[in-house]
């Protein structure tokens, strides 16, 4: 890095330069060919280049990527304790991420929020819980916004039989509610006191915040809007697993049964299901190792229990939530569950596509298996709304049908009967095929203008214990851009489907 001299062609004697000889505009412009970890180490190289360290302009770069254009809210208003105290570390959590929690799952979603406004808050990464609404409760408060036309068409009668209609049939955009926080306020805001005079002493550090239901919390521990006197903020880490091998087992009355990996793999087992986004970078945290479970028998036994046991395939690194509250008192993002989880180890969660692309009539001509592409949410009767992955996938010839596409909807949330990690229903695109009943005919005012389909889809007895599931012709309808309807023939029911677009704030 130092000058000197050296002989040039010739036999004249030239200066050696280095990056410290350099005008700061020509220095700028090459670490803007650097990525953020390579900027600091060429900073902390020597004295000269140290010096450049704080200069904003070359953090205000790396800033933007993360929309951060304006560090008002921020403490010291500095683009450089912006990045490298809270984006460099913490913005790979930026996005949804899919729990492997035992037959529901879960989804989180971290979003960066650029501070004042309302609330009166510095800038800071929020953690989401996705909730949705829960059957049976609160049918009154449910509004239409979710709705389309046709959602209503063909209902008899009205009141509470047509609102319980609607909570059945039609799935329900999720609501966010607050969960973590990764700020530089002391003490932690309360999330629902948010825009209330407080003094805040500002952190050198960002503080990792969790807000759990109080452990005398007589209330729902999920549901979305937690009175204050409820929640107990407290510390919580966040740390990156390695690949592991760790999955989980059903211990219940009839012996036991894997539960479904997370993620889960293609048939081929070559590649992970299309909603897992292994493109994305996992954030800068500290890494611990998913400890293994001992590989014992467990017998059947009653209650039905949930046990670590080691899964048959690799199970690729993953975010991992420790919070300092012990015991059962911590579960605020945990679904609720009828059986007991014994495995040591929390869930996981993993990087989950976010992706949201416009669909296309089913008239239209240029209309194609592809355009189903993403993230959906599907209405499953009393279990209540769930998120799907669809997606296109090319099929050899087997006994049943000719190569070609196939339609796969995957589970990311799921239920009790058919949890999480399954597929739920499939169809074959290769050519559209007459209605097998009709009941779409009911729902569906004109048939013609929709892409019609047959398939089958998963279904089982409490638990989805080994060999009690089964398969259910389907007659499959896509209606609109964005809406599928399916008629389950074993269940005489008629589900409709939602492309995601984003949740309720």
Request: hydrophobic content about 35%; some cysteine; aromatic content about 10%.
């Given at each position: 890095?130092?000058?000197?001299?050296?002989?040039?062609?010739?036999g004249?004697?030239?200066?050696?330069?280095?990056?410290?000889?350099?005008?700061?505009?020509?220095?700028?412009?090459?670490?803007?060919?650097?990525?953020?970890?390579?900027?600091?180490?060429?900073?902390?190289?020597?004295?000269?280049?140290a010096?450049?360290?704080?200069?904003?302009s070359?953090?205000?770069?790396?800033?933007?990527?993360?929309?951060?254009?304006?560090?008002?809210?921020?403490?010291?208003?500095?683009?450089?304790?912006?990045?490298?105290?809270?984006?460099?570390?913490?913005?790979?959590?930026?996005?949804?991420?899919?729990?492997?929690?035992?037959?529901?799952?879960?989804?989180?979603?971290f979003?960066?929020?650029?501070?004042?406004?309302?609330?009166?808050?510095?800038?800071?990464?929020?953690?989401?819980?996705?909730?949705?609404?829960?059957f049976?409760?609160?049918?009154?408060?449910?509004?239409?916004?979710?709705?389309?036309?046709?959602?209503?068409?063909?209902?008899?009668?009205?009141?509470?039989?047509?609102?319980?209609?609607?909570?059945?049939?039609?799935?329900?955009?999720?609501?966010?509610?607050?969960?973590?926080?990764?700020?530089?306020?002391?003490?932690?805001?309360?999330?629902?006191?948010?825009?209330?005079?407080?003094?805040?002493?500002?952190?050198?550090?960002?503080?990792?915040?969790?807000?759990?239901?109080?452990?005398?919390?007589?209330?729902?521990?999920?549901?979305?809007?937690?009175?204050?006197?409820?929640?107990?903020?407290h510390?919580?880490?966040?740390?990156?697993?390695?690949?592991?091998?760790?999955?989980?087992?059903?211990?219940?009355?009839?012996?036991?049964?894997?539960?479904?990996?997370?993620?889960?793999?293609?048939?081929?087992?070559?590649?992970?299901?299309?909603?897992?986004?292994?493109?994305?970078?996992?954030?800068?945290?500290?890494?611990?190792?998913?400890?293994?479970?001992?590989?014992?028998?467990?017998?059947?036994?009653?209650?039905?229990?949930i046990?670590?046991?080691?899964?048959?395939?690799?199970?690729?690194?993953?975010?991992?939530?420790?919070?300092?509250?012990?015991?059962?008192?911590?579960?605020?993002?945990?679904?609720h569950?009828?059986?007991?989880?014994?495995?040591?180890?929390?869930?996981?969660?993993?990087?989950?596509?976010?992706?949201?692309?416009?669909?296309?009539?089913?008239?239209?001509?240029?209309?194609?298996?592809?355009?189903?592409?993403?993230?959906?949410?599907?209405?499953?009767?009393?279990?209540?709304?769930?998120?799907?992955?669809?997606?296109?996938?090319?099929?050899?010839?087997?006994?049943?049908?000719?190569?070609?596409?196939?339609?796969?909807?995957?589970?990311?949330t799921?239920?009790?009967?058919?949890?999480?990690?399954?597929?739920?229903?499939?169809?074959?695109?290769?050519?559209?095929?007459?209605?097998?009943?009709?009941?779409?005919?009911d729902?569906?005012?004109?048939?013609?203008?929709?892409?019609?389909?047959?398939?089958?889809?998963?279904?089982?007895?409490?638990?989805?214990?080994?060999?009690?599931?089964?398969?259910?012709?389907?007659?499959?309808?896509?209606?609109?851009?964005?809406?599928?309807?399916?008629?389950?023939?074993?269940?005489?029911?008629?589900?409709?489907?939602?492309?995601?677009?984003?949740?309720?704030?």
């Amino acid at each position: 890095m130092n000058g000197g001299h050296f002989p040039c062609l010739g036999g004249t004697i030239c200066s050696r330069r280095s990056l410290t000889d350099l005008p700061f505009d020509c220095l700028q412009h090459v670490l803007a060919y650097l990525e953020a970890v390579d900027v600091i180490s060429t900073l902390s190289t020597c004295h000269s280049l140290a010096r450049w360290r704080p200069e904003e302009s070359i953090w205000r770069r790396l800033c933007l990527p993360y929309g951060v254009a304006d560090v008002t809210n921020f403490p010291n208003k500095s683009f450089y304790t912006t990045y490298t105290r809270l984006l460099h570390p913490f913005g790979g959590l930026l996005g949804l991420w899919a729990s492997d929690m035992p037959y529901k799952g879960n989804v989180l979603e971290f979003r960066l929020e650029m501070g004042g406004g309302s609330e009166g808050l510095l800038g800071g990464i929020w953690g989401y819980v996705w909730r949705f609404p829960e059957f049976g409760a609160g049918l009154e408060s449910q509004d239409d916004s979710d709705l389309d036309a046709d959602d209503t068409l063909h209902v008899v009668g009205g009141g509470n039989a047509q609102q319980l209609h609607v909570a059945l049939n039609v799935p329900h955009r999720p609501r966010l509610s607050r969960m973590l926080r990764i700020g530089f306020e002391q003490p932690p805001p309360m999330p629902d006191r948010l825009g209330e005079h407080a003094d805040y002493t500002i952190s050198a550090t960002p503080q990792l915040t969790c807000y759990a239901p109080d452990e005398h919390n007589t209330t729902n521990p999920v549901s979305a809007h937690m009175p204050i006197d409820t929640l107990r903020p407290h510390g919580v880490g966040l740390s990156v697993t390695r690949e592991s091998a760790e999955g989980y087992v059903v211990a219940h009355p009839y012996g036991t049964s894997t539960h479904p990996s997370f993620p889960p793999r293609q048939p081929s087992l070559d590649r992970f299901c299309g909603w897992y986004d292994d493109s994305r970078p996992m954030p800068r945290l500290r890494t611990v190792t998913v400890p293994e479970s001992v590989d014992k028998f467990h017998g059947p036994r009653y209650p039905i229990t949930i046990h670590g046991s080691p899964s048959e395939l690799p199970v690729p690194p993953a975010l991992y939530i420790s919070c300092s509250l012990s015991g059962e008192r911590c579960r605020h993002h945990y679904p609720h569950i009828p059986f007991q989880l014994k495995r040591t180890f929390p869930p996981l969660y993993f990087p989950l596509h976010a992706t949201v692309q416009k669909g296309l009539p089913p008239a239209d001509p240029g209309w194609t298996p592809e355009s189903l592409t993403g993230l959906w949410l599907g209405a499953y009767g009393p279990h209540g709304t769930e998120v799907l992955y669809i997606e296109c996938v090319q099929e050899e010839a087997n006994d049943w049908h000719e190569p070609g596409k196939m339609v796969r909807a995957t589970k990311i949330t799921g239920d009790v009967n058919v949890p999480r990690g399954t597929w739920t229903w499939m169809f074959y695109a290769g050519q559209e095929a007459e209605l097998m009943s009709d009941q779409l005919a009911d729902v569906v005012p004109d048939l013609s203008l929709c892409r019609l389909f047959t398939g089958q889809g998963m279904t089982s007895s409490h638990g989805y214990f080994d060999g009690r599931q089964a398969l259910s012709f389907l007659d499959v309808a896509v209606t609109g851009p964005n809406t599928i309807k399916i008629d389950w023939h074993d269940l005489d029911h008629v589900s409709t489907y939602r492309r995601f677009r984003g949740p309720k704030l």
